[in-house]
């Protein structure tokens, strides 16, 4: 079953703006993940937010968590065509292991343009 | 430290051959996950194995598909009779062992099968 559902499906922007994605879950989760794909390519984990943070900051990316609300947003500010990808949230279902299998959902395909 | 390989990276099967894809988890690494993700769609998972053991396959088709993480050597995830519905890129993803505190999972760059 879909755990994240990614909003928007596509974003499109302009270099040097800022772009937000949102993340809504279903169950309860100790921690939420992002991780962006390049067109073609692997995953890359950008950041990881546990249940106990409300807001992580790393370079560019702002990630917030809302428990209440069981969502999730990504922030990139200042846009670089390099950002051109696909991003993903994805939250472990904690099964066995480190920490069992991970859920993502659809992503959202953001299109940076110079 | 090299992360996580996978090979081989692009795999044209006829539809009845066998496929094999083979995943090599990050040094030190002793958890290997398998995920496939069709054409614009998120990644679903498939099976997660430590060494020599399933730990969860509960997303993995009950029939022609396997896999195995043995004591020694890569990860298999291994597609029998294979049919044109497979063709999607294969994902592996390896993470550290439990109370190292890292809970990320590390994502090699996939196998795309194609089914003709």
């Known amino acids: 079953s879909q755990q994240g559902e990614e909003d928007p499906q596509a974003l499109s922007i302009q270099e040097g703006e800022n772009a937000t994605m949102n993340c809504s879950y279903k169950t309860s989760i100790n921690n939420l993940q992002w991780y962006r794909q390049n067109s073609g390519r692997g995953l890359v984990h950008l950041i990881l937010?546990?249940?106990?943070?409300r807001e992580k900051h790393s370079g560019r990316l702002r990630v917030t968590l809302d428990t209440s609300k069981k969502s999730s947003s990504l922030l990139i500010t200042a846009s670089r065509a390099a950002d051109t990808a696909s991003y993903f949230c994805?939250?472990?279902?904690?099964?066995?292991?480190?920490?069992?299998?991970?859920?993502f959902g659809k992503g959202t395909k953001l299109s940076v343009k110079p | 430290n090299a992360g996580v390989m996978q090979n081989p990276r692009h795999l044209v099967r006829r539809r009845g051959q066998e496929a094999r894809l083979r995943c090599s988890p990050m040094?030190?690494?002793?958890?290997v996950y398998w995920y496939r993700q069709l054409p614009e769609e998120g990644l679903k998972f498939m099976v997660y194995l430590q060494k020599e053991n399933i730990i969860d396959e509960s997303g993995m088709p009950k029939e022609r598909f396997s896999a195995e993480f043995p004591k020694e050597g890569p990860s298999i995830l291994r597609i029998q009779q294979v049919v044109r519905g497979d063709s999607a890129a294969y994902f592996c993803a390896s993470s550290p062992p439990k109370g190292t505190g890292s809970v990320e999972q590390y994502f090699g760059p996939g196998t795309r099968l194609t089914v003709t």
């Open positions: 040094k030190g690494h002793s958890h």
């Open positions: 937010i546990r249940s106990n943070e």
């Open positions: 994805a939250t472990p279902t904690g099964g066995g292991g480190s920490q069992g299998n991970l859920i």
